[in-house]
């Protein structure tokens, strides 16, 4: 294995027979090989017109240097980064429009954030999606978690999305709910490393370039955090509002707030804040707060947003999550979060009654 060389790695994948469609690619976008410990690593360039083949074209790699070198392990990963940063504001402006009237039939776009992940963010947004559809409303969800789409697994869905005769994608569909995930799109156990253009690329085509149909509430399951990818949903999706998910530690709140603070600044309407992990209910039937209280609640007063609810840690929703299945949850947590944000009578959003 200390005999690696970036020389040795590339001469093999020149030699690497290639199918008609796959031969876009060359060596000259292998952008970096990166050997240590016994492990390599290979960075292909791409764009959103090419990645699906590159991808292939990656594994294609991987499994002939697996047969070739004696390596520990053996990526490929995708990457790509702004060449320019200049936009053309103009151009800009026509494309915001247009891509809003692609949505025109979706009267409204709700997304779930988060200021760090691991919080319940997914959960929130399956959850409530599926406790808009029970109160008859029509119902879309999209994973716009391009670095953890966690949607497919916790609706149980997978495959590849076909178009229709517009070339538009259709949807899966979860019991009457319109499902659009990047993870449909990609292999599960490929990397990605998304920069740049395609962050703004890979969402925006998941929204646009959906046959969504029509709609009384699209449910967009934001990345957590405040970089490109959150900046990208905010700026060019026509957003009624965000509904801002945390646990109540001092921690989690610190990045809840920076994520209000970052959507206040694009201008979209803080909805409310819904709190996770409440409280834990022990055999007995008493609560214990594990992750301290209050302090979603706490925080919407400080902020002057609307406090929507609080979940607790139950085992019910892990369970359910888990086995891709919310309609199975007995319990109304959802329910009443739903409810909630629904009676607010600070809300500007008018709902199908």
Do not use: C
């Not at 809003?100 to 997914?122: C, D, P, Q, R, T």
């Not at 497919?152 to 995930?181: A, Q, T, W």
């Not at 949903?233 to 509904?243: E, M, T, Y």
């Amino acid at each position: 294995m200390s005999n690696l060389s970036e020389e040795e790695i590339l001469k093999l994948v020149k030699e690497i027979s290639l199918d008609k469609d796959e031969k876009i690619f060359s060596s000259d976008l292998i952008e970096d090989i990166v050997i240590k410990e016994g492990h390599v690593q290979i960075s292909i360039f791409a764009n959103k017109d090419n990645f699906q083949i590159l991808e292939k074209v990656g594994k294609k790699i991987e499994e002939t240097l697996k047969k070739s070198i004696n390596a520990l392990s053996i990526t490929s990963v995708l990457t790509n980064h702004i060449e320019n940063n200049q936009i053309d504001q103009k151009d800009d402006q026509v494309d915001k429009k247009d891509d809003n009237e692609s949505l025109k039939k979706v009267k409204n776009i709700i997304a779930i954030a988060s200021g760090k992940g691991g919080v319940g963010k997914s959960t929130l947004a399956v959850n409530i999606a599926y406790s808009f559809l029970k109160q008859n409303f029509k119902v879309g969800l999209l994973d716009a978690d391009i670095h953890g789409p966690s949607i497919p697994h916790m609706l149980n869905l997978e495959g590849k999305p076909e178009l229709n005769e517009n070339r538009k994608i259709i949807p899966f569909d979860y019991k009457g709910i319109k499902v659009m995930s990047i993870g449909f799109l990609l292999n599960e156990d490929q990397p990605v490393i998304w920069r740049g253009p395609m962050v703004h690329s890979a969402i925006k085509q998941m929204a646009q370039d959906t046959d969504w149909g029509n709609l009384d509430i699209l449910i967009v399951d934001m990345p957590p955090g405040t970089g490109d990818a959150q900046i990208t949903v905010s700026q060019n999706l026509p957003l009624n509002g965000a509904i801002v998910i945390s646990t109540p530690q001092s921690v989690a709140l610190n990045d809840a707030k920076k994520a209000i603070g970052m959507f206040k600044k694009v201008d979209v309407k803080i909805l409310g804040i819904v709190e996770n992990m409440s409280y834990f209910i022990l055999p007995d039937g008493s609560k214990e707060d594990i992750f301290g209280k209050d302090g979603g609640k706490n925080l919407a007063k400080e902020l002057e947003v609307n406090f929507i609810g609080s979940i607790p840690l139950d085992k019910e929703i892990r369970l359910n999550s888990d086995l891709g299945d919310p309609s199975k949850l007995e319990e109304k947590y959802f329910d009443e979060i739903v409810n909630s944000f629904l009676k607010n009578s600070k809300l500007k959003i008018k709902f199908k009654t």
